[in-house]
């Protein structure tokens, strides 16, 4: 059965505020992200929340489809 994660779980994950409204208020204030940027390169990022999403944009990891979820959101 695959892991069922949020997008709280997530942020969480990245040591962020994981609230429904810190993780609004964190997009809002991030976006847009240029295209030609990848997410886990974006200039917000620690290095160790940069590989953690680097890491986890892998097709197979428990985590990608919330990566993917919150790159969109940052478009």
């Not at 949020?6 to 990245?14: H, I, K, T």
């Amino acid at each position: 059965m695959p892991a069922f994660h949020r997008l709280c779980d997530l942020f969480a994950q990245l040591g962020l505020p994981a609230a429904e409204a810190d993780i609004g208020a964190f997009i809002a204030r991030h976006r847009p992200l240029a295209g030609d940027v990848a997410l886990c390169d974006a200039p917000f990022w620690t290095p160790a929340q940069a590989a953690l999403l680097a890491q986890q944009s892998d097709a197979d990891a428990d985590w990608a489809e919330l990566v993917d979820q919150l790159n969109l959101a940052l478009r």
